[in-house]
T-cell receptor
Framework: KAGVTQTPRYLIKTRGQQVTLSCSPI?????VSWYQQTPGQGLQFLFE???????NKGNFPGRFSGRQFSNSRSEMNVSTLELGDSALYLC??????????????FGEGSRLTVL | QKEVEQNSGPLSVPEGAIASLNCTYS??????FFWYRQYSGKSPELIMS????GDKEDGRFTAQLNKASQYVSLLIRDSQPSDSATYLC??????????FGTGTRLTIIP
């Protein structure tokens, strides 16, 4: 069974540009969550999507957005990049049987460097 | 007060000994509790989940939950060098975001 797939794995952008990251969840998983990981802040929750709807949202500015498609694949977008956006962006999927917060399975991440 | 607190370490444990990792959380409404292991340069990997008070054992790993004290712990028996990693505690209310601690770096000394 294939795991969570994230693309691209590495990317370099300059300030002011925008970036789109993609995530394909484990087959059958309906929930996709996005996290930002930095050495100083650890894992910070961005948002969660379930059945194409944003179910939970973290405390990030509106420059960070996401969406989920009918096949559960998800994308996140960061506009007007800032130096502080340099981080590892992790996508995680969950089976989510509707009985509570499910176990998250993470992809390898997309490492973004903003110059 | 942080929502999920862990001692950042590093925690050094001799090979073959028991490693004890601790985590406290602030939200009394939390229902789901998880331990993740993250090797350097890799993504977090789920190793244990626990939902009820008490102990849950899986191989060399035991998770302990005490909701009254808002405390979760992970014991690793017969520690191996391959257990050297950062261990992340994560907590959530039902159907809400999973909140992570900043992790405890564990080093197993051969």
């Amino acid at each position: 069974k294939a795991g969570v797939t994230q693309t691209p794995r590495y990317l370099i952008k300059t300030r002011g540009q925008q970036v789109t990251l993609s995530c394909s969840p484990i087959s059958g998983h309906r929930s996709v969550s996005w996290y930002q990981q930095t050495p100083g802040q650890g894992l910070q929750f961005l948002f969660e999507y379930f059945s194409e709807t944003q179910r939970n949202k973290g405390n990030f500015p509106g420059r960070f957005s996401g969406r989920q498609f009918s096949n559960s694949r998800s994308e996140m977008n960061v506009s007007t990049l800032e130096l502080g956006d340099s981080a590892l962006y992790l996508c995680a999927s969950s089976l989510d049987k509707g009985t509570g917060t499910g176990e998250l399975f993470f992809g390898e991440g997309s490492r973004l460097t903003v110059l | 007060q942080k929502e999920v607190e862990q001692n950042s370490g590093p925690l050094s444990v001799p090979e073959g000994a028991i490693a004890s990792l601790n985590c406290t959380y602030s939200d009394r409404g939390s229902q789901s509790f998880f331990w993740y292991r993250q090797y350097s340069g890799k993504s977090p990997e789920l190793i244990m989940s626990i939902y009820s008070n008490g102990d849950k054992e899986d191989g060399r790993f035991t998770a302990q939950l005490n909701k009254a004290s808002q405390y979760v712990s992970l014991l690793i028996r017969d520690s191996q060098p391959s257990d050297s990693a950062t261990y992340l505690c994560a907590v959530a209310r039902d159907n809400e975001k999973l909140t992570f601690g900043t992790g405890t770096r564990l080093t197993i000394i051969p």
